[in-house]
């Protein structure tokens, strides 16, 4: 600084800083629900359109993979727009310590659990209600006893 309160020419600091996003919560850090539940219910937040899914352990969610899609694959193609950002299988939810978890699996355009970045291949623990954003998709996750 000079006498005068004003910066010397050159001595602007860099304020441009690289922000890497927020990660969700680890699982032992969320209430999670101590049930697993029979089904998973997905509602497009968009439309208010809503597919359920039996769950027995594990799921993918993504687009098609094949036709018809395995019984342990969510496939939302019809429900989405084209330009989502959704990966063929973009993330797993499965049980894991007895409580419902999800897991990006490494998708090109990362997902979001009620606005956090979810880590590529961490298990994060899944409740009722949690608002997920696979890609530029967004869902409500509902879970069925």
């Known amino acids: 600084m000079t006498g005068n309160g004003k910066k010397k020419p050159g001595s602007e600091q860099h304020t441009t800083r ?3 996003p927020r990660a969700a919560m680890p ?4 209430s999670v629900s101590a049930e697993v539940p029979n089904s998973i219910l997905f509602e497009v937040l968009a439309t208010g359109k809503t597919v359920e899914h ?3 352990g594990e799921l993918t969610l993504g687009r098609t993979i094949s036709d018809p899609a395995p019984p342990t ?5 019809a429900l989405m727009p084209k330009n989502a950002g959704v990966s063929r299988i973009h993330v797993r939810i499965s049980v894991h310590e007895g409580l419902p978890c999800i ?3 490494g998708s090109t355009n990362g ?3 009620n606005g956090f970045k979810l880590e ?3 298990k994060v623990g899944l409740k009722d209600g949690d ?3 696979p890609g530029k998709f967004k869902l409500k996750v509902i879970f069925k006893f």
């Open 103 to 105: 897991e990006d699996l």
């Open 120 to 122: 590529p291949f961490t």
């Open 18 to 20: 690289n922000i890497k």
């Open 73 to 77: 694959h969510a496939d939302m193609t």
């Open 54 to 56: 039996q769950f027995s």
């Open 131 to 133: 608002l997920l954003e």
């Open 27 to 30: 699982m032992y850090e969320r």
């Open 111 to 113: 997902t979001l659990l």
